[in-house]
């Protein structure tokens, strides 16, 4: 059962309507309505802080309830009504990062059995990813232990031209695939790695920097010249993000009350109180010079000019925060070199509870093209008990297995490797046959 | 005519009176002393004490149930000042000894203990010339004044309750009267508490130094007189050579308690509940430690390398003991404004004395009991300096001020700014004035002589660089007219300007 139809509870919706029973319950009746027809869902119009829409929507029922409104305290409230009713599984998503912090002092705090701050998510999905250079996703899996990345093939890239076989010379790494244009192809010893090629790799997080960097043919030094546009509460938890680790950060913020919270908020920032598509500014405080530009303010048109902007006057880097999907690819294209999207970043949260319960971690690729994900292999797998080139060719196609932690180690499969019960597994999936491998695993 | 008059006077008198009255207990101080010193002046004491008694309740009359609100704080602060020095000043009349029974003379003397100045106008600071309970009363003028006579009344009386909290900012205003607890008046007593410990304290060690032999004529009457002056950075001595009297060990006995009479005392009261390092993290604490270091070690290298040298300390230039213990005593003393000697400065090069003038200008920091511009005014103005020049270079940068962490609206750093330059602007008018005056008269005065004699009082720093102001002269020369500007001075020193200021002013009165 969801509540709240916005950008993200239609995601969800979207994800789980094969397979599952879905419950949308929004108070807007007209976009009950058209919910209605264009997904297979039952949705109701109602408030869903009430127990009586609540029950309505069979609540008792529910195996879980995802409160995504737009507003926190509405969603916090859901669950808690939710509590009074039934025993089904709650995530309340928020935008304040206090809120989550207080639930995390007390899991289980409002009733709330998980809590998603899409900001934060967001914020920390641009600190990963611009953290490692070329790189368009970056997720982490097994606590850290286990890197995922995709990365963009530029045609002065070292690997350009290469086969995976050749560009292969790291201990532990994994090539998973590698997407051109709209094709997908996994990766083999002969699959040929070409200019504007996206290839997706699964390793120990040194393996991937160090490959990062070899695609990249920059040496990265750890501290950035980075610039946010626009003081939103994502911009200000990113920039929290990178002065934590010291990076050299300034952030430019048109509105002067905003420009004087953000200053307020973050000590070690250089903030900036102008319009971010004054070239003449942008040249007066040397823009230029900075490593990442990162788009983040309130409207998609607004980040996309931003960040074609600062191209334009020379930025290595920019990154656009886009909340509508549909215009995610459109943006690469015209020459923004990372897209992230909060709503894909939430969902990649949310849907992990609703697959199996070993699933750990989700990880979306190229707008669910494919996914990456970390399971608990269990005692009647198919992996089990043989060596993986035996166990692969069980599988169907389209599935990579990229990393194995056992016990707090990483252990890069090779075809002799033999998986044990109660090991994590990483493996990349092609969302088509993501039910069929997740039951075989 | 009270109709259109938009303070309630009723009430603000009325609290005035109470205040007046509950100050009458000190009285009971040299009442003691008079008894243990054969009953001399006693007369004058217990006279003192029912009159300034009778006048307060008198004034108490004028409202049974005062409810005062923020505005008539101002009032009820500057007046009770006024008051506590008009009737502190009666027992130097009625003793009758020496210049101080001029009433405007002791009116001065009286305002100089309170607003722990330590300016003085007596010709013969000895007890042989004055009785043990009027040199004591002078000496406790400065304790009562020193940690706010406000802030004692709100720890003692459960009255103050509830507008106390108003009535000690209008007394310590500066950035804040932080809350130590949610009772105001507990933070009262928190913070006379840490002041108590820290007198009795020096009192017990410079006792002590006299009773293992090492400073001969540190009696218990010097040890509890100078207790009384040291922790409110007052100054004033029973001694006419102040400090200068007592032996070397005394001398630096005085200079830690000096330092910490200029720390906020909230710090002081965090650091005897058991956390030390709030010090440490304080910034205002930091600049103020580091301006007496620096200061103190110029001031050393200066007076080693001149030829100082007066009868009464011996040649002073190239010795080292000397020139450190000069130098960093009156850098402490000075900087933050307590006007103690060691030694006649007056007899300084111009260079030394030339930092002796700017430590005029420190202060003590905001919650001490020293006066000056405060630490913290100048350190928020070199942190706005800093940030004027950078926005410079980058016009859009939005940089707000930040101290220990936290940001400064700025709202107060206008306040601070306008602070800072009223008090430059009260010191040259000071100065034009006590000039004007004296050229009126025909008085020879020396130019060093008005300077310090403007910043003196408006600091409450008491003695001046020049001849007459000197640690070893006294103000008794100046005119009458320019003593009351120095009142008037010593007043709104004390109470940092706004508070009396603003009852200057139309708006004050009307809506």
């Keep these: ?441 | 005519m009270y109709g259109y008059l938009r303070v309630d006077v009723r009430a603000g008198l009325s609290l005035v009176g109470t205040l007046t009255a509950a100050l009458s207990v000190a009285y009971v101080v040299p009442i003691v002393v008079a008894l243990t010193h054969g009953g001399e002046d006693l007369w004058v004491f217990v006279a003192t004490l029912v009159a300034t008694a009778a006048f307060g309740l008198s004034l108490r009359q004028l409202d049974p149930h005062p409810d005062p609100g923020a505005r008539e704080a101002f009032m009820v602060v500057a007046l009770t000042w006024l008051f506590a020095a008009v009737f502190g000043a009666l027992p130097y009349v009625l003793a009758g000894d020496g210049a101080i029974a001029q009433p405007v003379n002791a009116f001065f003397e009286s305002m100089s203990g309170f607003t722990t100045t330590g300016a003085t106008v007596m010709d013969n600071i000895s007890l042989d010339h004055h009785s043990h309970a009027v040199l004591m009363w002078r000496q406790l003028t400065q304790w009562l004044g020193g940690m706010g006579i406000i802030v004692l009344a709100v720890a003692i009386l459960s009255e103050m309750a509830v507008g106390g909290a108003q009535l000690m900012r209008a007394e310590t205003p500066g950035p804040g009267v932080s809350k130590l607890t949610p009772h105001i008046a507990r933070t009262a007593r928190a913070l006379w508490l840490a002041y108590v410990f820290f007198t009795v304290l020096f009192i017990v060690l410079l006792y002590a130094l006299q009773v293992l032999g090492f400073a001969e004529n540190m009696t218990l009457y010097n040890a509890i007189a100078h207790g009384f002056t040291t922790l409110p950075t007052g100054g004033f001595s029973p001694e006419a050579r102040s400090i200068e009297a007592f032996t070397p060990i005394v001398q630096w006995l005085f200079v830690p308690f000096l330092f910490i009479a200029g720390v906020n005392f909230v710090l002081w009261w965090y650091v005897l509940t058991g956390d030390p390092w709030s010090l440490l993290r304080d910034a205002e604490f930091r600049l103020y430690l580091g301006a007496v270091t620096v200061l103190s070690l110029v001031a050393t290298l200066v007076l080693f390398f001149s030829a100082l040298e007066t009868p009464e300390t011996g040649m002073v230039g190239g010795h080292i003991e000397r020139s450190l213990r000069y130098a960093v005593f009156q850098i402490t003393s000075i900087t933050n404004s307590t006007g103690y000697a060691n030694m006649d400065f007056d007899a300084w090069s111009g260079p030394a004395k030339g930092i002796l003038l700017f430590a005029m200008f420190v202060g003590g920091s905001t919650g001490s009991t020293g006066g000056g511009v405060k630490i913290l005014r100048w350190l928020v103005i070199l942190k706005t300096l800093r940030r004027e020049l950078f926005t410079t270079v980058h016009p859009e940068a939005v940089r707000p001020v930040r101290m220990n962490g936290r940001v400064l609206n700025e709202e107060a750093v206008r306040g601070i700014y306008a602070f800072t330059l009223l008090y430059i602007v009260l010191f040259f008018v000071g100065v034009a004035l006590l000039a004007a005056d004296a050229a009126r008269l025909g008085l020879d005065v020396s130019l060093l002589d008005v300077l310090s004699a403007s910043i003196a009082t408006l600091g409450n720093i008491g003695p001046g660089l020049g001849e007459v102001t000197g640690p070893m002269g006294g103000y008794g020369s100046f005119p009458t007219t320019s003593k009351f500007l120095m009142i008037l001075y010593m007043w709104i020193g004390r109470l940092e300007i706004f508070p009396v200021l603003v009852l200057l002013t139309k708006a004050y009165w009307r809506s």
């Design chain 1, 1 to 441: 059962m969801i509540v709240g139809a916005g950008a993200v509870g239609r995601t969800i919706a979207e994800n789980l309507a094969d397979g599952h029973d879905v419950i949308v319950v929004d108070q807007d009746e007209d976009i009950v309505e058209e919910l209605t027809y264009e997904h297979d869902v039952l949705s109701i119009a109602g408030d869903g802080t009430e127990l009586g829409t609540l029950r309505d929507a069979e609540v008792g029922e529910a195996d879980m309830v995802i409160a995504c409104t737009d507003s926190d305290e509405t969603n916090v409230v859901v669950c808690g009504a939710t509590k009074t009713e039934s025993d089904a599984f709650t995530i309340a998503r928020v935008r304040r990062r206090t809120l989550l912090e207080t639930w995390q002092g007390s899991e289980g705090a409002f009733g709330v059995d998980f809590m998603v701050c899409t900001d934060l998510l967001t914020a920390q999905a641009i600190f990963r990813i611009t953290g490692l250079p070329a790189a368009r996703d970056v997720d982490m899996f097994a606590g850290g232990l286990v890197r995922m990345a995709e990365f963009e093939i530029s045609p002065d890239s070292a690997v350009a031209g290469q086969t995976v076989q050749e560009a292969d010379r790291y201990d532990s790494l994994t090539f998973a695939a590698v997407f051109r244009d709209d094709e997908m192809l996994v990766a083999t010893g002969k699959t040929m790695i070409r200019d504007g090629d996206r290839i997706v790799v699964i390793g120990s997080p040194e393996s991937i920097t160090q490959f990062a960097n070899e695609v990249a043919g920059t040496i990265d030094n750890g501290s950035k010249d980075v610039v946010i546009v626009g003081a939103s509460e994502i911009g200000i938890q990113a920039a929290r993000e990178f002065e934590e680790h010291g990076h050299r950060l300034r952030m430019i913020e048109r509105d002067p009350e905003r420009a004087r919270e953000a200053a307020e908020d973050l000590p070690n920032t250089m903030v900036l109180q102008s319009d971010a598509t004054d070239t003449d500014f942008l040249k007066r405080e040397h823009i230029d010079e900075a490593d990442v530009l990162v788009a983040a303010l309130d409207s998609d048109e607004k980040n996309l000019l931003a960040a074609l902007l600062a191209h334009r006057v020379g930025v290595e880097r920019t990154v656009a925060v886009i909340e509508n999907v549909e215009y995610a690819a459109l943006f690469e294209t015209v020459g923004v070199d990372v897209v992230i999207n909060p709503r894909e970043e939430t969902a990649e949260e949310i849907v992990r509870f609703t697959r199996a319960a070993r699933t750990e971690k989700v990880a979306m690729l190229e707008h669910d093209r494919a996914e990456v994900i970390e399971i608990e292999v269990g005692p009647g797998s198919t992996l089990t008990g043989k060596p993986i080139a035996e166990a692969t060719n069980d599988l169907p196609d389209g599935v990579v297995i990229g990393a194995i932690s056992r016990g707090g180690d990483l252990i890069t499969p090779r075809g002799t490797t033999i998986v044990k019960p109660g090991d994590h597994v990483v493996v990349f999936v092609d969302a088509g046959i993501l039910d069929e491998v997740i039951d075989l695993l």
